[in-house]
Structures are given as C-alpha cells and as structure tokens.
C-alpha cells in the first residue's frame, strides 16, 4: 500500500509515536537494561478505515528468551519506554496525552501494554492515575524547553523505504542512532532519565508484590 493515500502530517505523527519508543528502547539499552531497536516499520492497513499503523520491534539476541518477563527493578523504564510513543505523537500534535491513548490504535496497545503490567503487579489505580500524570508533567516539559528539537529539519517520510516482502516500510535508524550524538539529545536523555527516576520513586511509594 502507498504512503500516498496518508497526509504528510499523518505520515509524520505515526513516525514520531515510533521514534518514541525507539528512543526510550535505545536509552534504556544504554542503562544496561535492553538490547535496544531492531526494526521500526510503518504501514497502512485495510481494516479499520485505511489507519496508518506503526510499531518498533525491540532487539533480543538468540540466547535471551524473547518471553522473558519484565522485572521489577527494570519497570520504570519499562514504563517509561512504552509511554514515549504517545508523548513523541503528543510533542509533534501539540495534544494531550489521553488523546492518543484513548484514539488511536498505536497508542491503544500501549497502554493495554502498560496495564498489563500495572495488574501483574498489582499496583492499582492510584499508581495509574501517578503514573499517567507523570507523563503530562514530562510531555509538558518536552514541548515547552523544546526537547525534541534534534529531529527538527529532517524529512522523516524519506527515511522510509519499503521491504517487498512484508510490505511495510522500514525507517532508516542510521540517521535517528546518528542523532544521539548532539548536545540537544543530551537534554533529551536526561529529562528522560528523570522522567525513570520520578516513576521509580512512585513506584516505590506504592505497595507492591515484588515476588516476580
Ligand atoms: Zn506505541
């Protein structure tokens, strides 16, 4: 399918909601807590209306187990990489962050994603209702210091190139890798790492079972 039949906008916002998570995949790698991207792909689909759909697979060398579950120490991370999709799609649509997870079917898996995690260890609706307003004070943050700014002037749409056999398009990652070398990543990545840092203090406020 075409990338044509999608507004450039359109195209732009599906691309930043996965540069999130590669982002936050990628920083968390360089915590020592992942292995990092190995594809970020983009595609339109058929069902629902012709939705344009993204997703970042992480990487997971051969001798990890790919159903290997989170741990507990590694959650706010976890949570904070699964997050970034909607606040990158937020930061770029100027929009609050329910939006996307409410309307849309990139950012609706997400937080089922995250939800699954919330009731696996049983931390209940106060820590959601915490952790969902960490997110607006971080996405709020973003847009006002102007924290993304390291992808302004790239044409993103043209980092994308079709693989025939899946039929979807892959995002050329070279470019995006290359960007973690600027000083304004850097201003990225520590707000970043505060935003794990909050989330690890509310999750520590919150009664937990560690057991897993
Ligand atoms: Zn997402």
Redesign the pocket.
Known sequence: MELDRYSPEEVERVIY??L??YYGLEINKSEDICYGTHKVRVWGTVESQYELLGD?IPFIPEDVDPKRKVKFKDLSYYFARTAM??IFQCYYQNSDINECYNQNR??S??IQQRQGQIDRFRLGYDFRDTLNKLEEHFLEKLIEEKLINFLDKIDLASELSLNTESNKYELNLELFWGLMESPKFEKFKSAYLSFVEQIDEALRNYKVDKSK
């Open positions: 909601h996965e999130g998570h970042t999709g909607c990139n950012g898996e997400d």
